[in-house]
T-cell receptor, first 110, second 113 residues
Framework: EDQVTQSPEALRLQEGESSSLNCSYT??????LFWYRQDPGKGPEFLFT???AGEEKEKERLKATLTKKESFLHITAPKPEDSATYLC???????????FGSGTKLNVKP | AAGVIQSPRHLIKEKRETATLKCYPI?????VYWYQQGPGQDPQFLIS???????DKGSIPDRFSAQQFSDYHSELNMSSLELGDSALYFC????????????FGPGTRLTVL
């Protein structure tokens, strides 16, 4: 069965301290791997879609990469406003549902 | 740009009551997904629709039902509400032929007392 695992569950960084979040997946026929940011009480905010191994996408301080088994969300010189839960999801051959990981809760301290 | 619209944003119900949540997808999006998210949990897939037909079901209780209408908006009907139904309910939409982005609505916070 399609499955997504994110690590770590929680991450505390000092402002400016770069790090990476991991999303490991198993899926039958990857059609897309999605990264979202979610603030408490709000809907997930779309960040990136990656389609194939080797692909990379960037947005401000965030960079997402993809291999055949996992994706990384690199955060460079984070700021306190980057604090949120980051969710990873995959879409496989079954178009009808996205499989979500449990998220990484990021806390960036000033 | 237009986003996914959900209504109401907040809903308070008593046990055993019914609730109807509405979702209006982004224009030209043909696929709608419903998710339930409990406190500190990731979104749990409930049900999805493609071109007004139910396409898949997840962990949706039998007390819940949903449909997608001709204008592509969707409604999630919840009956015999239980305390454990208290959660954030998200709707998301995408286009099946360009599944590059799945956009979420702001969610409906349901509180069952």
């Amino acid at each position: 069965e399609d499955q997504v695992t994110q690590s770590p569950e929680a991450l505390r960084l000092q402002e400016g301290e770069s790090s990476s979040l991991n999303c490991s997946y198993t899926v039958s026929g990857l059609r897309g791997l999605f990264w979202y940011r979610q603030d408490p009480g709000k809907g997930p905010e779309f960040l990136f879609t990656l389609y194939s191994a080797g692909e990379e996408k960037e947005k401000e301080r965030l960079k997402a990469t993809l291999t055949k088994k996992e994706s990384f969300l690199h955060i460079t010189a984070p700021k306190p406003e980057d604090s949120a839960t980051y969710l990873c999801a995959v879409l496989g051959n079954n178009f009808n549902k996205f499989y979500f990981g449990s998220g990484t809760k990021l806390n960036v301290k000033p | 740009a237009a986003g996914v619209i959900q209504s109401p944003r907040h809903l308070i119900k008593e046990k055993r009551e019914t609730a109807t949540l509405k979702c209006y997808p982004i224009p030209r999006h043909d696929t709608v997904y419903w998710y339930q998210q409990g406190p500190g949990q990731d979104p749990q897939f409930l049900i999805s629709f493609y071109e007004k037909m139910q396409s898949d079901k997840g962990s949706i209780p039998d007390r819940f039902s949903a449909q997608q209408f001709s204008d592509y908006h969707s409604e999630l009907n919840m009956s015999s509400l239980e305390l454990g139904d208290s959660a954030l309910y998200f709707c998301a939409s995408t286009r099946r032929d360009s599944y590059n982005e799945q956009f979420f609505g702001p969610g409906t916070r349901l509180t069952v007392l």
